[in-house]
């Protein structure tokens, strides 16, 4: 585990040697979602509970037997869009037990405000998070599945 991440990746257990892609790819996406509102988030030594929820977010998708929501189109989307096809549970688990998951932002995000404010602070403290990220992976690749920054 690293403390410089308070989110820590989901990491497939295929993804060292390459899984079904023969490569290594780290997938970032922006975000994660919370109602907590904590005004302390992204502390690693506050919130050591909250560190896994990149593992129980996957955890919660690749588990066919939990209740369909609508966060999980993202992650249906973005695994159909790496194979270019439908996808199965048999698919899916090899997919994203091939790759490693982070979230850009290090805090969740919860209401508006909140999301506006903790966006530009995650933004400005990110820089040395995401150099930390990218000395854990050294992949080959990275797919960056949403666009975080915005134009005018």
């Not at 929501?69 to 989307?77: D, E, G, V």
């Not at 899916?92 to 932002?105: A, H, M, T």
Request: aromatic share 18%; hydrophobic share 40%.
């Amino acid at each position: 585990m690293n403390s410089n991440i308070f989110f820590q990746p989901f990491v497939g257990k295929d993804y060292a040697n390459g899984g079904i892609f023969g490569k290594r790819i780290m997938i970032l996406g922006e975000s994660h979602y919370c109602d907590e509102s904590c005004a302390d988030c992204g502390d690693c030594q506050l919130h050591l509970e909250c560190m896994g929820f990149t593992q129980q977010v996957l955890d919660d998708y690749l588990n066919e037997n939990k209740e369909r929501q609508n966060w999980m189109r993202t992650f249906l989307k973005f695994e159909r869009s790496l194979v270019g096809e439908e996808t199965d549970q048999a698919m899916r688990l090899k997919i994203w037990n091939s790759v490693v998951f982070f979230n850009y932002l290090q805090v969740a995000i919860g209401d508006y405000w909140s999301r506006v404010m903790q966006r530009f602070y995650s933004l400005y403290k990110i820089k040395t998070r995401f150099l930390v990220i990218l000395s854990f992976i050294q992949d080959k690749f990275a797919i960056f599945a949403k666009n975080i920054f915005y134009k005018e």
